[in-house]
């Protein structure tokens, strides 16, 4: 199955669908996204430049299968369509956070938080960002 995005002219995920393979087939049997979005044009009355292949396996640059990642993230509604980097990108966390284009994720201003210890995983330990303080706080379940 190929699944495509359907975006607004501001390049907002309005919508993910899910498309047989056979209607992305070229001429030469090869999948190809540009007939993939004039089938989603003809049959969803939606311009063809609207509409973004993603992939299903792909999350944070990373495919789930060991394949090539595509475009970063799966897309999901309310995503952000980046075309210059090619991502989608899942709404911004937190004010302060800026794009890691390298692993097409938000990242704080300080970095990623704190490791636990298996200890602490164990007695329920999590940090959360502060965004007051710009710090990944130690919390507790």
Same mark, same amino acid.
């Given at each position: 199955m190929a699944?495509?995005?359907k975006i607004t002219e501001d390049n907002k995920v309005l919508q993910v669908l899910t498309v047989n393979n056979s209607d992305v087939l070229n001429a030469d049997g090869v999948e190809n996204e540009a007939v993939g979005q004039q089938y989603l044009q003809t049959h969803n009355n939606w311009p063809s430049h609207l509409w /973004?292949? &993603?992939?299903?396996? &792909?999350h944070k640059n990373q495919h789930r299968n060991g394949g090539t990642p595509f475009r970063g993230n799966y897309a999901g509604i309310g995503y952000d369509w980046d075309s210059v980097n090619q991502i989608f990108w899942p709404p911004k966390p937190y004010?302060?956070?800026?794009?890691? /284009?390298?692993?097409a994720r938000w990242q704080s201003p300080v970095g990623d938080a704190p490791e636990l210890s298996q200890e602490q995983i164990n007695t329920g330990y999590y940090y959360s960002w502060n965004e007051l303080n710009q710090t990944w706080d130690l919390q507790t379940f």
């Open positions: 699944h495509f995005a /973004i292949q &993603t992939s299903y396996n &792909t004010d302060s956070w800026v794009k890691l /284009i390298s692993e």
